[in-house]
């Protein structure tokens, strides 16, 4: 196997820091390399839901690690609990059975260490577009003076191209542009993991494709550790280093790893054309086929 070591330096927070890629100059599919070490453990983690006519068990022993600076989709059927697993590493929702470490810690509840973007920003509408992003850099920056804070927030806005907008009252801004003021305002808070539930089912076409791009920028900048949600094949491919495709529920679990290693940074006509694509594309439509076949028979 042809292996290249690619550094680079990169500036987040005011710290330099060297990035490092091992490019393997080609891509793989395959079950699963889940029994390394994680940044972000889950361990036999399930989740039942007591009703007043039973119980229903929705998420049965899920196990997976993330890697620091990993970017893993979570696709899978719908209703099959994808966003159950996503708010359990939240805290948002109770762990029934198993746990969730991240970076160590288990979580028990909601923390500063996590950030979640869903569908809709849930933005503060009297605030603007400056405000809202200024309520995170105020929590991570609790002594720096407001000049600095200042310019914090304005280097957080910029690379999502809302600088000519940081005056305007947040919630009057086109979709789009709240759901990149919604993410600007989740990574100045500067969380250990980045969980998105589906942050662009909402959005046209071409917002759709212009917040993957950035967010692909974003990830590449800071290397955020991410976990994120999505009907779509296509963003998988384009924004994960994994997709997880999780079986058809009740009892779902992780059913298979698609490994997508593509080369970094990403540009989206080049991925298109890449010779793996179609490949890793089948290998998700044919996982996903299967499943509801097994569900009809
Ligand atoms: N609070 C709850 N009480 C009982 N059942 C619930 C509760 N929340 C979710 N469920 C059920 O758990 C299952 C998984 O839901 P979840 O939202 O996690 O799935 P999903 O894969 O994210 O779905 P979708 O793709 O449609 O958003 C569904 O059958 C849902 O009805």
Known sequence: MHCRFVGQLCWFDGVVVVRCVIDSGHVVAEKGRDNMSGFVE???????YRESHGQTVIVENFDLHIAKGECVSLLGHSGCGKSTILTMAAGLTAITDGGILVDGHGVDGPGPDRRVVFSLPGLLPWMTVFDNVMLSVRQTHPNATSEEREAIVDGFLHPLGLSDVRDHKATELARGIQQRVGIARAVALNPKMLLLDEPFALLDAEDRMTLQDLLLDLHWRHHLT???????IDE??????????????PKATVGKIVDVQFDRPRVRAKIATHPQYAELRRQISAFLEEQERIDAA
């Open 226 to 232: 991410t976990l994120m949600i999505t009907r779509d």
């Open 236 to 249: 998988a491919l384009l924004i994960s280093d994994r997709v997880v495709l999780m079986t058809k529920g």
């Open 42 to 48: 889950f361990s036999g983690v399930g989740k039942t």
